[in-house]
């Protein structure tokens, strides 16, 4: 399958912290979930990727296309989607102004294919019965399924997601899954998010970073195996495992190395992500 990403030894470094350090990767269409500690180098991936920022060394295709030349990157952002982490919303713009003014930046010019195209992605995210409500009288829900909206503005081929379900209640996540595995249908997403649970629900593919690079490349129940026979449930934290915490029942789950006889359990996604950050030298929470 011809990948929609090709990139080869990314690197880039922001004063004395190198933000990337030699990614490369490839992407083909569905969902891929990027997951990382915060510093990891996840946005600043996904913002090279966008053609936000530059690379300070390596190169890399979105689309058949090379951003490293104007006309390539110029390609790029015509068939890009992108939700950054903190969308910058005009509060007094209403849903569809906002939408309307991105179909703009994407070059949209005539006046009536765009307002149909911002109808159209506005009742993609159910949101055209309030297209006419200012951005501040939306809900943190509804202003995410806005920023989504803006990103499916012509029907991009990629689509880069930052966070999309950060500060959503449980009702408003599920909702966003629903839309991010709709939008996977047929194009190629890439989801960073701290969400292990919405990986495992919506990826076929996951990558974790650390320290700027990529420590693992897979699927997410290969992912969940690295943590086979790994976890283990004791009376009290065992002092000797890499993360443990009480859990409802009392008990507590330890993820590490188990002692002989301990009481396996079956491993989560969660627990392949903290072991493999552990091996890769990252902070593993513990309680």
């Not at 906002?98 to 995210?125: C, M, N, P, Q, S």
């Not at 943190?140 to 081929?157: F, K």
């Not at 959503?168 to 701290?194: C, K, N, W, Y």
Request: aromatic share 6%; proline share 6%.
């Amino acid at each position: 399958m011809t990948p929609t990403v090709s990139a080869s030894g990314l690197s880039l470094r922001f004063g004395g912290t190198q933000a990337l350090d030699e990614v490369s990767l490839r992407l083909t269409s569905g969902v891929t979930g990027l997951l990382g500690p915060n510093g990891a180098g996840k946005t600043t991936l996904l913002r090279v990727l966008a053609t936000a920022v530059p690379p300070d060394r390596g190169a890399f295709t979105v689309l058949g296309h090379d951003p490293a030349t104007a006309a390539g990157r110029q390609e790029v952002r015509r068939r890009l989607g992108y939700l950054p982490q903190t969308p910058g919303f005009h509060p007094d713009f209403t849903a569809f102004e906002f939408v309307d003014y991105v179909a703009i930046l994407k070059e949209v010019t005539d006046r009536g294919a765009r307002h149909r195209e911002v109808r159209r992605v506005l009742d993609e995210v159910d949101l055209g019965d309030v297209r006419a409500k200012r951005i501040k009288k939306l809900s943190g829900g509804m202003r995410q399924r806005v920023a989504l909206a803006a990103a499916l503005v012509g029907d991009p081929g990629f689509l880069v997601l930052d966070e999309p379900t950060v500060g959503l209640d449980p009702e408003q996540r599920m909702r966003f899954r629903e839309l991010i595995a709709q939008a996977g249908e047929g194009r190629t997403v890439l989801l960073s998010t701290h969400q292990t649970e919405d990986v495992a629900m919506l990826c076929h593919r996951v990558l974790v970073m650390a320290g700027g690079s990529i420590r693992f490349d897979g699927t997410p129940a290969e992912l969940t195996a690295r943590a086979a026979g790994r976890v283990w449930s004791s009376t009290e934290r065992d002092p000797g495992a890499k993360a443990g915490w009480r859990t409802g029942t009392g008990t507590f789950r330890n993820v590490g190395s188990p002692p002989v006889g301990a009481d396996l359990l079956e491993p989560t996604l969660e627990d392949g992500y903290l072991l493999t950050l552990d091996g890769a030298g990252a902070e593993v929470a513990a309680a």
